[in-house]
C-alpha cells in the first residue's frame, strides 16, 4: 500500500470545506452591491436577471485559490499514485476512529476506479465556478461549490459507508441551492424535484446500509463496523437472499441519482433549469456518484447480490439506452436535449459495470469520466450560447457558424467526443464497455450499439440546427464568437477529450487492476456469473485489504493503517468538531505502512 | 524504413498547423502547405514502395508500431502500421491523387473566405485515409475509417450556410454509422472469437462456415455504408453539395474505396463463406445496374458522376465477390485516375461558368475549353470503358471473373456497361456540344444582379494552371494506367504485386478459356459502343426528350422519398410520442402522481388535526376498544 507523508487525501476533502467555511465568515461588505444582496438565495424570491458580477470578488479569489490548490494536490495524487506491482487495493488509506460505539470510522482511500473519478472532480469544479459568466451573488456561489466539491471527494474517497452515506447526501443541499438560487424561470419546481426524487431514493441506501451492518454485526464478533472492506469480506456469509435484498437497496438508490431509465425524470427539469456551473457540475460529477455507488457498494460489497440482478441492469441499461436516444432525437430545446443525451451516456456505463468483463467494467469507468468531460464541456458551451443568444430553442437559432467559427469548431470537436470518434475519449470508453458486454451478454451488446446510429443522428441534428443553415433569424447575425478567456476555460476539457483518446493507456493501466481484482471477487463469490478470465496477474493487496483470505477480524474497526504520524496528527486536528468526536479518543493511528 | 512514419506524420503536421494557424496562414499560404505535405506523404510511399520491389515477394512486408493504444488486459490494440503490397498499393494511389487534388483546389477554391479550414480538412482526410489501409489492425484500421467519414461530414457541408449542403453532410455521417454498426459488431465478434483485432492474428485461421459468414457479412455492411451500396448509397449523391475537389478526391477516388479495400483486406475471412461472397458479388451487381439507370437521367453535371461512381463502386464488389480480388483493386486503381479526372474537369466546367451545374444549361463548350475538353474527352472513353483507356481493361477483368462466378451476373454487368456508355455520352453532348445554352442564362444571371457573371465579358475561361496541371497529369494516367495491370506481355504488375496476399488457398485461381475471354472482351465492347452510339443519337439534336426522360428516373426510383416517407416519417412521429406522451406524461406523470398522492394524503390527513379535543378522544377511545376487542380475540382462541 502506498502512503506518503502527506496526509493527501484528508486534504482533499477538507482543502475546500474549508473554503467554503472561509467564504462564509466573509464579511458581507465585500458583496459587490446592495442591490444583488437582494438577489440572493436567502431571500428565496431572487431579483428578475441580475447583472453579471465580477468573478473575482473577494470570495471568487477564495474560491479560485482553494479549487486550483485542490486541483494541484489531486494531480500529485495522481503522479504519485503507483503503476507498478499492479497495486489494486486501496492506497494511501487514512483511518481514524470517529464514532467509536457505532464501529464508524473516518477512513478514506484511492484505488484506480476512483483516481481518476477524483482527478476529474478537481479539474471540473474550477472550470464550472469561473467559466460561465456568474449572476447573482458570488460569495453564496463560491461557498456552495466549494461544499460541493468537499462532499463529492468525501464520496468519491470514503472506505466507511457511514462516511459515504453523509457525503452522498450533502451533495443534495449544495445541488439544491445551486438550482435554486441561479437557475431558469421554473428553477424552484425543478431544484425540489432533484431534491425530492434523489433524496427518496437514499431511503433505499440507508436501510440498505443498516441492514448491511446490523446483519454483520455478529458474524465480525458481534462488532458493529461500517467499515467497506471489513463489511465486504463479511457480506459474502450472509443468507443469500439477503445479499440480494441489500444490493436492490444499494441498485434502487444508485439507480435515481444515476439516472437509470425509468428513474429518470427528474433529470431534464434540473439540468435545464440550473445554471450553467450548476449543470456541468450536476452532469459531470454528481451522476458519476451513482455510478460509483454502484460500483463500490453494490458490485464490491454484495456480489452475490450484484450477479442474481445483473440481468435486470443489463436490460435497464439497453432499454435506457435505445428509449433515451428515442426521446432525446425529438428535443426542442439544445439544452434539455444534452441532458437527455446524458441518459444514454449512463446507461452505457451501466452496461459495462454489469456485463462483469474487465473490458466492460474498465470502459465503465473510462465513461465516467467521459461524461464528466465531454457533458462538462457540452453544458459550458451551450451556457455561452444561452448568454449571447438568450434562448437555446432549436427553431430561435441556425447559421451560427457564421459569426462564430471558432466557437462552432470547439462544439463540433466535443460533439464528436459525445458520438463516439475514433481518436476522442469517447470512442475509447464506448468500445471498451461494448466489446465487454458482447464478450458475456452479447444480445444487450447488439442493442445497446444502435447507439452509435442514434447518438450521431441527434448530435448532427441538433448541431446543424444550431450552427449550419442560412442565418434566418437576425439575432444570430452578428454573435460575438468565443472570446479568449472562455477558449482558455474550455481548454484543459479538450485536451483530455484528445489526450484520453489518443493515449488512454495511462488511465487504462491504473484501472484495470483494480478492476480485475473487483472482477476476481465477483468470481469467487458467484461462480456461475460467467466473469470471463482475463487475466492471470495476481494482484497485490495490503493484508486488512484482502477481502477474500485475509486474517479473520484483523481488518476491524479498531485497525488502523494510518498515514504515518505526522500526517495523521495533523488530519485528526481537521475532523470537524461538529461530528462530536474528541480529538484525543479519535486518532488510532498506529502509523504502520506496509 | 523510417519513411514508412512520414507517409502519416506529414499530412497529420499539416492538418495540425492548419488548425491551429490557418487562420494566420490565409490563402494561398495555406493551399500550398497542405500540398507540399500530400506531396511528401507520396514520396514516403514511392520510397516504402521501391525498397518492398527489392525485397523477395513473401518477405514484402514492414510492421512499425507506434504505441500501444488500448490495452485492457487481453484486450491489446496497438497504433501500428503494416506496409505490405496492399496497403502499400492504396497508399500510392490515395497520396498521388490526393495530392493533385489538393494542387488543383488552391486554384479552385480561391477567394473562399474559409480557404484555410478546407485544406485543413483535406489534410486531415489524407491522414485518415493512410491510417485506415496502412493499419495493423482492425481497430486503428477503424480509427482512419471514422476519420474519413469525419473529413467527409466536414467537407460535404463545408458550405454550411447552405440548407441543402448541412442536410447532406449530416445524411452522409449517419448512412455511414449505420455500416459502421455492423463493422463493430464485426469487431466485437473478432474480440470474442480471435482475442485480437491484429490481421497478422485474424487472417490466418481456419473458420467455421457460419461464423465467418456472420463476420463477413458484419464487414460488408460496414463496407455498403462507406462504399455507398445498396441499401446504404443515398447518402453520395447528395454529398455532391460539397466542393468539387472534395467529390473528386473523397467521393470517387479514395474513401468510397475504403470499402473495397475492406473486403480485399478481409478476403482470407470472407473466403470460408460461400454466402457471402455471393451476397457481395450481388450487392455489387445490383448497384451496379440500379445506379447506372438513374445516371441516366439526372441533369446536373457532378450528380451524373456521382451515380456513376456508385455503379463503378458495384463493379469492384462484383468482381471481388466472384473472387477475382485482384480485378477489383486492378479497377478501383483505374477509377481513382479516370473518375478523379471526369470531377477535376467537371471542376473547371463549373468553375468556368460560374458555378452552372445543370447540364442542359451548358453546350459547345469545347470551344472555350482547350485543356478541358480532352480532359474530360478521355476521362469518359475510359469510363465508358472504350478500348484502350483504363476502364475497359479493368472492367473486363471483373465481367470475366463475373461470368466464371455466373453468366447472370456478367449479363447485369454487361447491361451497365452499355448504360454507362449511353449516359456518359448525354452528359459530353450535351455539356461539349450542340448550341452554347449558357449565354442566355448567364445574361439572366447577370440582370438578376449577379455581376460576377460578367467579369469575363460572359465568355467562359480555362482554368488557372494550378487546375490544369492535375488535369493534365490524370489525363496520361487515364489513358496509360491499364498497363499496370495488362492480361498481356507480362504486364500484370498489379497482379504480380498482390499474389502474395491472395494465395490460391484464399482467392482459388480461375481459368476463363481464351476464346472466351475475347468473346467476353468483344461483346462488352460492342455493348459500350452500342451505348455511346445510341447516346449521340440521341443528344445530337435535342436538348429535352421527354420521353427518355422519365421522372422516375430523374427521381431515383423515388427510393429516397420512399424511405422517407415509410421509414422516417413513422420514426419520426414515434419518437415524437415516445418523448412527449410516454417520457413527459407517462415516466413523469407517475412520478408527479406519486408526489400528488402524497401531497394529497398529506391534505386528507390534516383534517384529522381538528384541534378539538373531543376528537382526539373519540380517537383514542375507539382505538383503545378495537385493541382490547382484539386482546380478548386472542385471548380467547
Given at each position: 500500500?502506498?502512503?506518503?507523508?502527506?496526509?493527501?487525501?484528508?486534504?482533499?476533502?477538507?482543502?475546500?470545506?474549508?473554503?467554503?467555511?472561509?467564504?462564509?465568515?466573509?464579511?458581507?461588505?465585500?458583496?459587490?452591491?446592495?442591490?444583488?444582496?437582494?438577489?440572493?438565495?436567502?431571500?428565496?424570491?431572487?431579483?428578475?436577471?441580475?447583472?453579471?458580477?465580477?468573478?473575482?470578488?473577494?470570495?471568487?479569489?477564495?474560491?479560485?485559490?482553494?479549487?486550483?490548490?485542490?486541483?494541484?494536490?489531486?494531480?500529485?495524487?495522481?503522479?504519485?499514485?503507483?503503476?507498478?506491482?499492479?497495486?489494486?487495493?486501496?492506497?494511501?488509506?487514512?483511518?481514524?476512529?470517529?464514532?467509536?460505539?457505532?464501529?464508524?470510522?473516518?477512513?478514506?482511500?484511492?484505488?484506480?476506479?476512483?483516481?481518476?473519478?477524483?482527478?476529474?472532480?478537481?479539474?471540473?469544479?474550477?472550470?464550472?465556478?469561473?467559466?460561465?459568466?456568474?449572476?447573482?451573488?458570488?460569495?453564496?456561489?463560491?461557498?456552495?461549490?466549494?461544499?460541493?466539491?468537499?462532499?463529492?471527494?468525501?464520496?468519491?474517497?470514503?472506505?466507511?459507508?457511514?462516511?459515504?452515506?453523509?457525503?452522498?447526501?450533502?451533495?443534495?443541499?449544495?445541488?439544491?441551492?445551486?438550482?435554486?438560487?441561479?437557475?431558469?424561470?421554473?428553477?424552484?419546481?425543478?431544484?425540489?424535484?432533484?431534491?425530492?426524487?434523489?433524496?427518496?431514493?437514499?431511503?433505499?441506501?440507508?436501510?440498505?446500509?443498516?441492514?448491511?451492518?446490523?446483519?454483520?454485526?455478529?458474524?465480525?464478533?458481534?462488532?458493529?463496523?461500517?467499515?467497506?472492506?471489513?463489511?465486504?469480506?463479511?457480506?459474502?456469509?450472509?443468507?443469500?437472499?439477503?445479499?440480494?435484498?441489500?444490493?436492490?437497496?444499494?441498485?434502487?438508490?444508485?439507480?435515481?441519482?444515476?439516472?437509470?431509465?425509468?428513474?429518470?425524470?427528474?433529470?431534464?427539469?434540473?439540468?435545464?433549469?440550473?445554471?450553467?456551473?450548476?449543470?456541468?457540475?450536476?452532469?459531470?460529477?454528481?451522476?458519476?456518484?451513482?455510478?460509483?455507488?454502484?460500483?463500490?457498494?453494490?458490485?464490491?460489497?454484495?456480489?452475490?447480490?450484484?450477479?442474481?440482478?445483473?440481468?435486470?441492469?443489463?436490460?435497464?441499461?439497453?432499454?435506457?439506452?435505445?428509449?433515451?436516444?428515442?426521446?432525446?432525437?425529438?428535443?426542442?430545446?439544445?439544452?434539455?436535449?444534452?441532458?437527455?443525451?446524458?441518459?444514454?451516456?449512463?446507461?452505457?456505463?451501466?452496461?459495462?459495470?454489469?456485463?462483469?468483463?474487465?473490458?466492460?467494467?474498465?470502459?465503465?469507468?473510462?465513461?465516467?469520466?467521459?461524461?464528466?468531460?465531454?457533458?462538462?464541456?457540452?453544458?459550458?458551451?451551450?451556457?455561452?450560447?444561452?448568454?449571447?443568444?438568450?434562448?437555446?430553442?432549436?427553431?430561435?437559432?441556425?447559421?451560427?457558424?457564421?459569426?462564430?467559427?471558432?466557437?462552432?469548431?470547439?462544439?463540433?470537436?466535443?460533439?464528436?467526443?459525445?458520438?463516439?470518434?475514433?481518436?476522442?475519449?469517447?470512442?475509447?470508453?464506448?468500445?471498451?464497455?461494448?466489446?465487454?458486454?458482447?464478450?458475456?451478454?452479447?444480445?444487450?451488446?447488439?442493442?445497446?450499439?444502435?447507439?452509435?446510429?442514434?447518438?450521431?443522428?441527434?448530435?448532427?441534428?441538433?448541431?446543424?440546427?444550431?450552427?449550419?443553415?442560412?442565418?434566418?433569424?437576425?439575432?444570430?447575425?452578428?454573435?460575438?464568437?468565443?472570446?479568449?478567456?472562455?477558449?482558455?476555460?474550455?481548454?484543459?476539457?479538450?485536451?483530455?477529450?484528445?489526450?484520453?483518446?489518443?493515449?488512454?493507456?495511462?488511465?487504462?493501466?491504473?484501472?484495470?487492476?483494480?478492476?480485475?481484482?473487483?472482477?476476481?471477487?465477483?468470481?469467487?463469490?458467484?461462480p456461475n456469473a460467467h466473469v470471463p478470465k482475463t487475466h492471470n496477474v495476481t494482484y497485490s493487496l495490503p493484508a486488512n485489504q484482502d477481502v477474500r483470505g485475509g486474517p479473520p477480524g484483523a481488518a476491524?474497526?479498531?485497525?488502523?493503517?494510518?498515514?504515518?504520524?505526522?500526517?495523521?496528527?495533523?488530519?485528526?486536528?481537521?475532523?470537524?468538531?461538529?461530528?462530536?468526536?474528541?480529538?484525543?479518543?479519535?486518532?488510532?493511528?498506529?502509523?504502520?505502512?506496509? | 524504413?523510417?519513411?514508412?512514419?512520414?507517409?502519416?506524420?506529414?499530412?497529420?503536421?499539416?492538418?495540425?498547423?492548419?488548425?491551429?494557424?490557418?487562420?494566420?496562414?490565409?490563402?494561398?499560404?495555406?493551399?500550398?502547405?497542405?500540398?507540399?505535405?500530400?506531396?511528401?506523404?507520396?514520396?514516403?510511399?514511392?520510397?516504402?514502395?521501391?525498397?518492398?520491389?527489392?525485397?523477395?515477394?513473401?518477405?514484402?512486408?514492414?510492421?512499425?508500431?507506434?504505441?500501444?493504444?488500448?490495452?485492457?488486459?487481453?484486450?491489446?490494440?496497438?497504433?501500428?502500421?503494416?506496409?505490405?503490397?496492399?496497403?502499400?498499393?492504396?497508399?500510392?494511389?490515395?497520396?498521388?491523387?490526393?495530392?493533385?487534388?489538393?494542387?488543383?483546389?488552391?486554384?479552385?477554391?480561391?477567394?473562399?473566405?474559409?480557404?484555410?479550414?478546407?485544406?485543413?480538412?483535406?489534410?486531415?482526410?489524407?491522414?485518415?485515409?493512410?491510417?485506415?489501409?496502412?493499419?495493423?489492425?482492425?481497430?486503428?484500421?477503424?480509427?482512419?475509417?471514422?476519420?474519413?467519414?469525419?473529413?467527409?461530414?466536414?467537407?460535404?457541408?463545408?458550405?454550411?450556410?447552405?440548407?441543402?449542403?448541412?442536410?447532406?453532410?449530416?445524411?452522409?455521417?449517419?448512412?455511414?454509422?449505420?455500416?459502421?454498426?455492423?463493422?463493430?459488431?464485426?469487431?466485437?465478434?473478432?474480440?470474442?472469437?480471435?482475442?485480437?483485432?491484429?490481421?497478422?492474428?485474424?487472417?490466418?485461421?481456419?473458420?467455421?462456415?457460419?461464423?465467418?459468414?456472420?463476420?463477413?457479412?458484419?464487414?460488408?455492411?460496414?463496407?455498403?455504408?462507406?462504399?455507398?451500396?445498396?441499401?446504404?448509397?443515398?447518402?453520395?449523391?447528395?454529398?455532391?453539395?460539397?466542393?468539387?475537389?472534395?467529390?473528386?478526391?473523397?467521393?470517387?477516388?479514395?474513401?468510397?474505396?475504403?470499402?473495397?479495400?475492406?473486403?480485399?483486406?478481409?478476403?482470407?475471412?470472407?473466403?470460408?463463406?460461400?454466402?457471402?461472397?455471393?451476397?457481395?458479388?450481388?450487392?455489387?451487381?445490383?448497384?451496379?445496374?440500379?445506379?447506372?439507370?438513374?445516371?441516366?437521367?439526372?441533369?446536373?453535371?457532378?450528380?451524373?458522376?456521382?451515380?456513376?461512381?456508385?455503379?463503378?463502386?458495384?463493379?469492384?464488389?462484383?468482381?471481388?465477390?466472384?473472387?477475382?480480388?485482384?480485378?477489383?483493386?486492378?479497377?478501383?486503381?483505374?477509377?481513382?485516375?479516370?473518375?478523379?479526372?471526369?470531377?477535376?474537369?467537371?471542376?473547371?466546367?463549373?468553375?468556368?461558368?460560374?458555378?452552372?451545374?445543370?447540364?442542359?444549361?451548358?453546350?459547345?463548350?469545347?470551344?472555350?475549353?482547350?485543356?478541358?475538353?480532352?480532359?474530360?474527352?478521355?476521362?469518359?472513353?475510359?469510363?465508358?470503358?472504350?478500348?484502350?483507356?483504363?476502364?475497359?481493361?479493368?472492367?473486363?477483368?471483373?465481367?470475366?471473373?463475373?461470368?466464371?462466378?455466373?453468366?447472370?451476373?456478367?449479363?447485369?454487368?454487361?447491361?451497365?456497361?452499355?448504360?454507362?456508355?449511353?449516359?456518359?455520352?448525354?452528359?459530353?453532348?450535351?455539356?461539349?456540344?450542340?448550341?452554347?445554352?449558357?449565354?442566355?442564362?448567364?445574361?439572366?444571371?447577370?440582370?438578376?444582379?449577379?455581376?460576377?457573371?460578367?467579369?469575363?465579358?460572359?465568355?467562359?475561361?480555362?482554368?488557372?494552371?494550378?487546375?490544369?496541371?492535375?488535369?493534365?497529369?490524370?489525363?496520361?494516367?487515364?489513358?496509360?494506367?491499364?498497363?499496370?495491370?495488362?492480361?498481356?506481355?507480362?504486364?500484370?504488375?498489379?497482379?504480380?504485386?498482390?499474389?502474395?496476399?491472395?494465395?490460391?488457398?484464399?482467392?482459388?485461381?480461375?481459368?476463363?478459356?481464351?476464346?472466351?475471354?475475347?468473346?467476353?472482351?468483344?461483346?462488352?465492347?460492342?455493348?459500350a459502343l452500342a451505348g455511346l452510339a445510341s447516346g449521340v443519337a440521341a443528344w445530337r439534336r435535342a436538348v429535352d426528350r421527354p420521353r427518355l426522360e422519365p421522372a422516375v428516373l430523374e427521381h431515383a426510383?423515388?427510393?429516397?422519398?420512399?424511405?422517407?416517407?415509410?421509414?422516417?416519417?413513422?420514426?419520426?412521429?414515434?419518437?415524437?410520442?415516445?418523448?412527449?406522451?410516454?417520457?413527459?406524461?407517462?415516466?413523469?406523470?407517475?412520478?408527479?402522481?406519486?408526489?400528488?398522492?402524497?401531497?394529497?394524503?398529506?391534505?386528507?390527513?390534516?383534517?384529522?388535526?381538528?384541534?378539538?379535543?373531543?376528537?382526539?378522544?373519540?380517537?383514542?377511545?375507539?382505538?383503545?376498544?378495537?385493541?382490547?376487542?382484539?386482546?380478548?380475540?386472542?385471548?380467547?382462541?
Amino acid at each position: 500500500m502506498k502512503t506518503t507523508g502527506l496526509p493527501i487525501l484528508n486534504i482533499i476533502v477538507f482543502l475546500p470545506l474549508a473554503g467554503a467555511i472561509i467564504c462564509l465568515l466573509l464579511p458581507s461588505a465585500s458583496w459587490s452591491s446592495t442591490s444583488l444582496r437582494r438577489s440572493s438565495w436567502s431571500t428565496g424570491r431572487p431579483a428578475p436577471a441580475p447583472g453579471p458580477v465580477s468573478t473575482l470578488g473577494p470570495a471568487g479569489i477564495v474560491g479560485l485559490v482553494v479549487a486550483l490548490l485542490e486541483l494541484a494536490f489531486v494531480i500529485f495524487l495522481v503522479i504519485d499514485y503507483p503503476t507498478s506491482g499492479h497495486a489494486a487495493g486501496f492506497q494511501f488509506v487514512s483511518r481514524h476512529s470517529w464514532i467509536g460505539a457505532f464501529g464508524i470510522d473516518w477512513s478514506l482511500g484511492v484505488d484506480g476506479i476512483s483516481l481518476f473519478l477524483v482527478a476529474m472532480t478537481a479539474l471540473l469544479f474550477p472550470i464550472a465556478m469561473f467559466g460561465p459568466t456568474l449572476r447573482g451573488n458570488s460569495r453564496a456561489f463560491m461557498g456552495w461549490m466549494l461544499l460541493l466539491e468537499a462532499a463529492c471527494m468525501g464520496t468519491f474517497l470514503s472506505l466507511d459507508l457511514f462516511v459515504f452515506f453523509v457525503m452522498f447526501e450533502i451533495t443534495l443541499v449544495p445541488g439544491y441551492f445551486l438550482v435554486a438560487g441561479w437557475g431558469g424561470a421554473r428553477r424552484n419546481y425543478a431544484a425540489m424535484k432533484f431534491f425530492i426524487y434523489t433524496f427518496a431514493g437514499s431511503a433505499f441506501l440507508f436501510v440498505a446500509i443498516i441492514a448491511l451492518v446490523v446483519l454483520a454485526a455478529p458474524r465480525n464478533g458481534g462488532h458493529q463496523t461500517f467499515d467497506l472492506i471489513t463489511l465486504a469480506r463479511i457480506a459474502g456469509s450472509l443468507p443469500h437472499a439477503d445479499q440480494v435484498l441489500i444490493f436492490c437497496g444499494f441498485a434502487v438508490a444508485f439507480a435515481v441519482k444515476i439516472p437509470l431509465v425509468p428513474f429518470h425524470s427528474w433529470l431534464p427539469d434540473t439540468y435545464t433549469e440550473a445554471p450553467t456551473a450548476g449543470s456541468m457540475i450536476l452532469a459531470g460529477i454528481l451522476f458519476k456518484l451513482g455510478a460509483y455507488g454502484l460500483l463500490r457498494l453494490g458490485i464490491y460489497v454484495v456480489p452475490v447480490g450484484a450477479a442474481d440482478m445483473a440481468p435486470v441492469l443489463l436490460t435497464l441499461a439497453a432499454v435506457g439506452i435505445v428509449y433515451g436516444s428515442l426521446i432525446t432525437i425529438m428535443q426542442k430545446d439544445l439544452k434539455r436535449l444534452v441532458a437527455y443525451a446524458s441518459i444514454v451516456d449512463v446507461a452505457f456505463i451501466v452496461l459495462g459495470f454489469f456485463a462483469f468483463s474487465s473490458q466492460g467494467v474498465t470502459g465503465g469507468v473510462l465513461e465516467m469520466v467521459n461524461h464528466g468531460l465531454t457533458t462538462g464541456a457540452i453544458f459550458f458551451l451551450v451556457g455561452i450560447v444561452w448568454e449571447r443568444r438568450g434562448t437555446l430553442r432549436f427553431s430561435d437559432l441556425g447559421g451560427l457558424q457564421k459569426s462564430m467559427p471558432i466557437m462552432a469548431a470547439v462544439f463540433l470537436a466535443v460533439v464528436m467526443s459525445a458520438i463516439g470518434l475514433p481518436g476522442l475519449n469517447g470512442f475509447v470508453g464506448e468500445f471498451l464497455v461494448l466489446v465487454g458486454t458482447f464478450a458475456t451478454h452479447r444480445w444487450w451488446a447488439v442493442v445497446a450499439t444502435v447507439a452509435v446510429i442514434t447518438a450521431a443522428v441527434y448530435m448532427l441534428w441538433a448541431y446543424q440546427r444550431v450552427f449550419h443553415g442560412p442565418v434566418l433569424n437576425p439575432a444570430n447575425d452578428a454573435v460575438a464568437d468565443i472570446s479568449w478567456r472562455e477558449l482558455a476555460v474550455v481548454a484543459p476539457l479538450l485536451v483530455g477529450i484528445v489526450f484520453l483518446g489518443v493515449y488512454p493507456r495511462p488511465f487504462l493501466e491504473r484501472v484495470t487492476p483494480s478492476v480485475n481484482y473487483l472482477l476476481d471477487r465477483v468470481e469467487q463469490a458467484a461462480p456461475n456469473a460467467h466473469v470471463p478470465k482475463t487475466h492471470n496477474v495476481t494482484y497485490s493487496l495490503p493484508a486488512n485489504q484482502d477481502v477474500r483470505g485475509g486474517p479473520p477480524g484483523a481488518a476491524g474497526a479498531a485497525s488502523a493503517s494510518g498515514s504515518g504520524g505526522a500526517g495523521s496528527g495533523g488530519s485528526s486536528g481537521s475532523v470537524p468538531s461538529a461530528a462530536g468526536s474528541t480529538p484525543g479518543s479519535a486518532t488510532a493511528s498506529a502509523g504502520g505502512s506496509k | 524504413m523510417n519513411a514508412a512514419y512520414l507517409i502519416p506524420a506529414l499530412p497529420l503536421i499539416g492538418a495540425i498547423v492548419l488548425l491551429f494557424g490557418g487562420r494566420r496562414l490565409r490563402e494561398p499560404l495555406s493551399g500550398w502547405l497542405a500540398t507540399i505535405m500530400a506531396v511528401g506523404s507520396f514520396v514516403a510511399t514511392v520510397i516504402v514502395w521501391v525498397s518492398l520491389l527489392g525485397k523477395q515477394a513473401s518477405a514484402r512486408s514492414i510492421d512499425k508500431n507506434i504505441f500501444t493504444w488500448v490495452p485492457v488486459n487481453s484486450l491489446h490494440v496497438n497504433a501500428g502500421l503494416q506496409l505490405d503490397p496492399l496497403s502499400i498499393l492504396w497508399c500510392l494511389f490515395v497520396t498521388g491523387v490526393g495530392s493533385l487534388i489538393t494542387l488543383y483546389s488552391i486554384g479552385y477554391m480561391h477567394g473562399d473566405p474559409s480557404f484555410s479550414r478546407f485544406f485543413f480538412l483535406l489534410n486531415a482526410f489524407v491522414f485518415s485515409m493512410i491510417v485506415l489501409v496502412l493499419a495493423d489492425n482492425y481497430l486503428f484500421s477503424f480509427f482512419g475509417w471514422e476519420g474519413v467519414g469525419f473529413c467527409s461530414y466536414g467537407l460535404i457541408g463545408f458550405w454550411f450556410d447552405r440548407d441543402t449542403a448541412a442536410v447532406a453532410a449530416k445524411k452522409a455521417f449517419v448512412t455511414n454509422r449505420v455500416g459502421d454498426y455492423g463493422f463493430m459488431i464485426a469487431l466485437f465478434l473478432l474480440f470474442q472469437h480471435f482475442g485480437s483485432f491484429n490481421y497478422r492474428d485474424v487472417l490466418h485461421s481456419h473458420l467455421s462456415g457460419s461464423f465467418a459468414t456472420g463476420l463477413a457479412l458484419m464487414l460488408f455492411l460496414g463496407a455498403v455504408g462507406k462504399s455507398a451500396q445498396i441499401p446504404l448509397y443515398m447518402w453520395l449523391p447528395d454529398a455532391m453539395e460539397g466542393p468539387t475537389p472534395v467529390s473528386a478526391l473523397i467521393h470517387a477516388a479514395t474513401m468510397v474505396t475504403a470499402g473495397v479495400y475492406l473486403v480485399a483486406r478481409s478476403a482470407p475471412i470472407i473466403h470460408f463463406s460461400s454466402a457471402a461472397q455471393w451476397t457481395i458479388s450481388i450487392i455489387g451487381a445490383a448497384t451496379a445496374l440500379l445506379a447506372a439507370t438513374i445516371a441516366c437521367n439526372q441533369n446536373d453535371i457532378k450528380r451524373v458522376l456521382a451515380y456513376s461512381t456508385v455503379s463503378q463502386l458495384g463493379y469492384m464488389f462484383l468482381g471481388e465477390g466472384s473472387g477475382d480480388y485482384g480485378a477489383g483493386i486492378y479497377h478501383t486503381v483505374m477509377h481513382a485516375f479516370f473518375k478523379a479526372l471526369l470531377f477535376l474537369s467537371a471542376g473547371a466546367v463549373i468553375h468556368a461558368l460560374h458555378d452552372e451545374q445543370n447540364m442542359k444549361r451548358m453546350g459547345n463548350l469545347r470551344r472555350y475549353l482547350p485543356i478541358t475538353f480532352p480532359a474530360f474527352m478521355i476521362g469518359f472513353l475510359a469510363l465508358a470503358a472504350i478500348p484502350p483507356f483504363d476502364g475497359f481493361w479493368s472492367k473486363d477483368a471483373i465481367l470475366a471473373a463475373a461470368w466464371h462466378k455466373s453468366p447472370a451476373l456478367w449479363a447485369v454487368g454487361v447491361l451497365t456497361a452499355f448504360l454507362t456508355a449511353y449516359y456518359m455520352t448525354r452528359q459530353v453532348v450535351l455539356v461539349f456540344f450542340g448550341q452554347s445554352r449558357w449565354f442566355d442564362h448567364a445574361k439572366e444571371r447577370g440582370a438578376a444582379g449577379d455581376h460576377h457573371v460578367y467579369e469575363a465579358g460572359g465568355v467562359p475561361h480555362e482554368a488557372p494552371a494550378t487546375m490544369t496541371v492535375p488535369l493534365v497529369i490524370l489525363a496520361a494516367a487515364s489513358v496509360l494506367g491499364w498497363l499496370l495491370d495488362a492480361p498481356f506481355g507480362g504486364l500484370d504488375f498489379i497482379n504480380k504485386w498482390l499474389a502474395p496476399l491472395f494465395p490460391p488457398t484464399v482467392a482459388p485461381a480461375f481459368s476463363v478459356a481464351t476464346g472466351t475471354k475475347w468473346l467476353i472482351g468483344l461483346v462488352s465492347v460492342a455493348f459500350a459502343l452500342a451505348g455511346l452510339a445510341s447516346g449521340v443519337a440521341a443528344w445530337r439534336r435535342a436538348v429535352d426528350r421527354p420521353r427518355l426522360e422519365p421522372a422516375v428516373l430523374e427521381h431515383a426510383w423515388y427510393i429516397d422519398e420512399g424511405v422517407s416517407r415509410t421509414v422516417a416519417g413513422p420514426l419520426t412521429r414515434m419518437a415524437n410520442t415516445f418523448s412527449f406522451v410516454i417520457d413527459g406524461r407517462l415516466v413523469d406523470g407517475l412520478v408527479r402522481a406519486v408526489s400528488g398522492s402524497f401531497a394529497a394524503s398529506g391534505r386528507q390527513l390534516r383534517r384529522v388535526q381538528t384541534g378539538y379535543v373531543r376528537n382526539y378522544a373519540l380517537g383514542i377511545s375507539a382505538g383503545a376498544v378495537i385493541i382490547l376487542f382484539y386482546v380478548s380475540l386472542r385471548a380467547g382462541s
